[in-house]
């Protein structure tokens, strides 16, 4: 027992090594504006229809849309979405917007197709108003740079993909959860993003930034193609990739805005993601306990006793220093912030004891929480969701 545990938590561990050794090399690096000689070649660069679905005033959202303003980019437009107007949201939109007069924004309110994918709902309006060559995906607590959308597009330009996906930095954060969630991005899902594309070649897709060739898009029928499945991200990368279509990434990170999240909420997000990474690939679902050394180490100190303490914490501290270094190369906003640091042992270990607690989620449930209702999904996130509609209104500012 004690060999095969070894070897387990070795493979383990090699993996995590990895991860981390990858977003190191990756890590986000600033991304500023283009120099003049650049700029004389903006003919280049095709107008782009940035679309961002709302619901809600997410953490400084104000901040977060400011950053899409500010963009070193020739021609772009800004399109929102949001559920009715009598979102909160709205008024920040159209208070941000109306300090850039320069920059087309308009705002739809969809209402909502609850036998559909909200997010798609809203991007099929979007997509049917915009008039750029390239969409941009971007939710509402994502933050970026100057020069985020260049480097983006001269991905597409140099490689000719029709997807761009970009890693996704956590950041912010003001609680114990929110550092759990940020750190979870930075470690468990950028790393693994980064991990299974430089090393296998597997671009797995999330959607917190997605550039996507509108042609391409075209060819599936738009964003309704993806409507009846909840793991849209997932589906639009395998698909087009499926279908001969490149995808890509040139290591172009976002900033994901998370400062206030409880346990409660932090809980309730990995379950859903835990539910639908089990519908799309139950065998890479499985495999995922592997990720999670810790609780694998203190599964064995509870079934054979105190001859395992030392393998726990030696486990334990390992995985420690793996997601500090992370932290440390990844996470600059949060290393400013001596609490964080002095949280860091505990939030760890705590948070992969959560994690296995969701992790086990999918094998009694197949309902996941989303928009403050349950929807029920089937394989590759499939949606099984009772009818209701309401009607498009939209304003254009």
């Known amino acids: 027992m004690k060999i095969a545990l070894t070897i387990i938590l070795s493979l383990s561990g090699l993996y995590l090594v990895l991860m981390t050794f990858m977003t190191i090399i990756h890590r986000p690096r600033k991304s500023s504006g283009s120099d003049k000689s650049n700029r004389e070649q903006d003919f280049r660069y095709p107008p782009v229809s940035i679309l961002k679905p709302i619901r809600g005033v997410e953490d400084d959202l104000e901040a ?107 950041t912010s954060s003001r609680t114990f959860a929110s550092l759990m969630e940020n750190t979870s991005l930075n470690f468990f899902t950028s790393g693994n993003v980064i991990t299974l594309w430089k090393l296998f070649s597997i671009p797995v897709v999330v959607g917190k930034s997605m550039l996507i060739d509108r042609l391409a898009l075209k060819t599936f029928g738009g964003f309704k193609y993806f409507k009846d499945y909840l793991a849209e991200d997932y589906l639009i990368g395998k698909s087009f990739q499926e279908s001969g279509f490149r995808v890509s990434t ?70 420690i220093l793996l997601e500090y270094l992370n932290f440390l190369a990844v996470n600059a906003p949060d290393r400013s912030r001596l609490i964080n640091h002095l949280l860091f042992p505990l939030m760890v270990v705590v948070k992969d004891v959560i994690f296995f607690v969701v992790y086990l989620t999918p094998f009694f449930s197949t309902s996941v929480e989303w928009r403050g209702g349950r929807i029920r999904v089937g394989r590759n996130s499939l949606i099984y969701h009772p009818a209701r509609y309401d009607k498009l209104v939209y304003e254009e500012t």
């Open 64 to 170: 977060n849309l400011e950053s899409f303003y500010r963009l070193d980019y020739p021609v772009y437009e800004i399109l929102f979405a949001v559920d009715d107007w009598q979102d909160k949201a709205v008024e920040i939109i159209r208070r941000v917007s109306e300090r850039y007069p320069r920059v087309r924004t308009r705002i739809l309110a969809t209402g909502h197709h609850s036998t559909e994918n909200p997010k798609i709902h809203k991007l099929d309006f979007m997509e049917k108003q915009s008039y750029g060559c390239l969409l941009w995906v971007a939710d509402a607590n994502v933050r970026v740079e100057a020069g985020t959308l260049r480097c983006l597009v001269d991905e597409y330009l140099k490689k000719r993909a029709r997807v761009i996906f970009s890693p996704i930095m956590g």
């Open 250 to 319: 040139n290591f172009t990170w976002v900033a994901n805005i998370s400062q206030r999240a409880s346990l409660k909420s932090f809980y309730r997000r990995m379950a859903r993601w835990a539910r639908l990474r089990y519908q799309l690939n139950r065998p890479a679902y499985l495999s995922e306990i592997l990720l999670n050394p810790v609780i694998l180490s203190l599964g064995a100190l509870l079934l054979y006793g105190g001859r395992f303490w030392k393998l726990f914490l030696l486990v334990a501290a390992g995985k």
